[in-house]
């Protein structure tokens, strides 16, 4: 926990299922400028890979994943 | 990367068979995916006026569907059994954090995924253009085998 990520807004979607996290990242992320960081947290376990296609896709890097109990912390740097 | 295209066909007009397409287009459109959807026959359900939200399911014919209980084929025709199992999936979905299809229709809209309704379909059941939502084009099969033909994800639901 020594070395965290430094980012510029958080996104709660915790509780929400397939495609909400999805959706409600890209929103946040399109009002972030390049380089800036957005934090997501999540509690759908399928967030973990759908997260990496979607950065994937679109051209955003993950920088970090934390998984805690039941919880899924993303770290994503807008790259597009 | 040149941006990918999709088109869904949305064929069916129960609250389950309606989630498909949706979730599909909405995060098409989020991975930067030009989405459209065409509404034919019982699809025309999920675009009419007011009408999303008040989609149903029914228990009968649908032996998959998971029930608190086993409910013999019979029981499931009777009167009541469609509403228990429509407000059954409804409590589900909000228990889980699964979006409405009224908030997903919307949230396509927003992010600029293409509604067109089916021209044929619409004239067979006599619904007006007025009953469907804003936003919505009519077009036929030649309008959506145009659009299929440049894309790279068609599907059928």
Not at chain 1, 23 to 34: G, P, Q, S
Not at chain 2, 109 to 115: I, R, T, W
Not at chain 2, 140 to 156: H, K, P, T, V
Request: with cysteine.
């Amino acid at each position: 926990m020594s070395a965290d990520i430094k980012f510029d807004q958080v996104l709660d979607a915790k509780g929400l299922s397939c495609p909400l996290p999805i959706l409600k990242t890209k929103k946040a992320v399109e009002t972030l400028a390049k380089d800036q960081v957005l934090k997501v947290e999540t509690t759908d376990p399928g967030s973990k890979n759908d997260m990496a296609s979607w950065a994937k896709r679109t051209g955003n890097e993950i920088l970090k994943v934390d998984e805690g109990s039941g919880t899924f912390t993303f770290y994503i740097k807008k790259s597009a | 990367m040149a941006q990918k295209k999709m088109t869904i066909i949305a064929s069916k007009g129960t609250l389950d068979m309606a989630y498909p397409p949706l979730i599909l287009a909405t995060t098409a459109a989020a991975m930067d995916v030009d989405v459209t959807i065409f509404f034919t026959f019982y699809g025309l359900e999920i675009i009419k006026k007011d009408n999303a939200d008040r989609l149903k399911v029914s228990p009968l014919g649908n032996p998959a569907m998971p029930m608190p209980m086993p409910i013999p084929t019979l029981v499931s025709s009777l009167p009541g059994m469609e509403a228990m199992a429509t407000a059954m999936m409804k409590s589900m979905c909000k228990k889980h954090g699964v979006a409405s299809i009224g908030t997903l229709l919307d949230l396509a809209k927003e992010s600029g995924v293409k509604l067109i309704a089916c021209q044929m379909t619409m004239d067979l059941f006599g619904y007006k253009k007025e009953s469907i939502v804003d936003g919505v084009e009519v077009g036929g099969a030649a309008s959506w085998l145009d659009i299929a033909a440049d894309s790279q994800i068609n599907l059928f639901i």
